[in-house]
């Protein structure tokens, strides 16, 4: 079983920053191609970044293209989500997910492991 666990999560001004990680733990022998997702209420669950197994290749949904960025870690079980000028449309609960498939890295449903979510608050 694999389990993943956020952190970084808060309250922050517009125009501010916050870094999100998720941890990666069990079963870590496959190679998994990680995600963010995120759900604010009242809305569907939306993707936010993604990269492939290898870290080389990362795709960006269009409203944080330019001011988030997914990265890997040092170690190989780690995922960061660097999110800069910040907008209270970016306020929810944001989910790290991840997945062995080659299926389309965009949509929940290819995903077999998701986080707890962590709350991200964008406010004055």
């Known amino acids: 079983q694999v389990q993943l666990v956020e952190s970084g999560g808060g309250l922050v001004q517009p125009g501010g920053s916050l870094r999100l990680s998720c941890a990666v733990s069990?079963?870590?022998?496959?190679?998994?191609?990680m995600a963010w997702f995120r759900q604010a209420p009242g809305k569907f669950r939306e993707f936010v970044a993604a990269l492939n197994w290898s870290g080389r290749n990362k795709y960006y949904a269009d409203a944080v293209r330019g001011r988030f960025s997914i990265s890997r870690g040092n170690g190989e079980n780690t995922v960061q989500l660097q999110m800069n000028s910040l907008k209270p449309e970016d306020t929810a609960v944001y989910y790290c997910a991840g997945r062995t498939s080659t299926a389309s890295a965009y949509y929940p449903v290819n995903y077999a492991y998701w986080g707890q979510g962590i709350q991200v608050t964008v406010s004055s």
């Open positions: 069990g079963r870590t022998n496959s190679a998994y191609a």
